[in-house]
């Protein structure tokens, strides 16, 4: 098997062609403490397993990552398809964020700092 190939089932395996949003947070340190941000991490690992056992509800992948280049009042996060950027994603306003963007396609507007739909 050559390298691209390994790549390929790789992304086969974690389920890639079959998401209908992706979420990246940030887990700091700058917009947030590192202590913030794994807590932050925790509690998505924890929803994605869970709406992704939903058979009616559209399928997570989550990715976390260093900064966002916000640094400022997070954890941040940015959701895509529709490029919906959070901030101060403390753990109730993360779990609106799961239970209305997440799991139902509705963005949560008072947590919204920008917005960047791609084409
Ligand atoms: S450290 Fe979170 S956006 Fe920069």
Redesign the pocket.
Known sequence: MTDLEAARAAAEKRGIGHYDRHIFL???????TPEE?DRAWGQLKKAAARLNGSPDRGRLYRTK????????S???AVVYPEGTWYGCLSPENLERVINEHLANGQEVQDLVIGRNPLP
């Open positions: 940030c887990i700091g340190p700058d917009c947030c941000g990552v260093g900064c966002l280049r916000i640094c400022e997070g954890p941040t």
